[in-house]
């Protein structure tokens, strides 16, 4: 069983703001890395550290961490933004990887 | 621009071993990084593998540590993956990924996967 923990659904209306969180203690220690899947798709990174954006991702995506929480945050979130989305960090020995179960996004 | 490619058999009989290799392209492995397999059932989340070093060093998913083995392959830009005794619970769609070697653990870019199946 995963130590990384996420809600499993949330939902958004079109165009508002929504805030995805993983909660683990291991989180006190690293910081987290987010990836969006989508249907019979490859996960794709979109945030990684502190807030870190890889190339390509839009502006829209960001990423906080307070204590044992990182979070995920969709300002204006868009109908292609519905997705699966998953939180990964080193555990707190820091020679394993982890998984939050991930969260499934409905865009409403 | 990196891209990774999974092959290998798509079914597997139980209590035998899976192999898959990982094929890199646009990126030599020798350079840095690390290259890691992460594994996803039907229907359920993503669960890391393992992961080595062109050095040969490798870290496993201590759940698995006792029947899995990660080798990389320098001359030919790629790494593999052998799972021993697999059973139902392996099924799982496979992929192999690029990994940070910092502190912050991030996989970028994923191959687009391949399903195995284990069954008789």
């Known amino acids: 069983s995963s130590e990384l923990t996420q809600d499993p659904a949330v939902s958004v209306a079109l165009g508002q703001t929504v805030r995805i969180t993983c909660q683990g203690d291991?989180?006190?220690?690293?910081?987290a890395s987010w990836y969006q899947q989508k249907p019979g798709q490859a996960p794709v990174l979109v945030i990684q550290g502190k807030n870190n954006r890889p190339s390509g991702i839009p502006e829209r995506f960001s990423g906080s961490s307070s204590e044992d929480t990182a979070s995920l945050t969709i300002t204006g979130a868009l109908a292609e933004d519905e997705a699966d989305y998953y939180c990964n960090s080193r555990d707190s020995s820091g020679n394993q990887v982890e998984f939050g179960g991930g969260t499934k996004l409905t865009v409403l | 621009q990196v891209q990774l490619q999974e092959s290998g058999p798509g079914v597997v009989k139980p209590s035998e071993t899976l192999s898959l290799i990982c094929t890199v392209s646009?990126?030599?492995?020798?350079?840095?990084?690390?290259w890691v397999w992460i594994r996803q059932p039907p229907g359920k989340g993503l669960e890391w593998v393992g992961t080595?070093?062109?050095?040969?060093?490798?870290f496993y998913n201590q759940s698995l540590k006792s029947r899995v083995t990660i080798s990389a392959d320098t001359s030919q830009n790629q790494f593999s993956l052998r799972l021993n005794s697999v059973t139902a619970a392996d099924t799982a769609v496979y992929y192999c990924a690029r990994g940070s070697t910092g502190t912050t653990a991030w996989f970028d870019p994923w191959g687009q996967g391949t399903l195995v199946t284990v069954s008789s």
């Open positions: 080595i070093y062109h050095s040969g060093s490798a």
């Open positions: 646009g990126y030599s492995i020798s350079s840095g990084y690390y």
């Open positions: 291991s989180l006190r220690t690293y910081f």
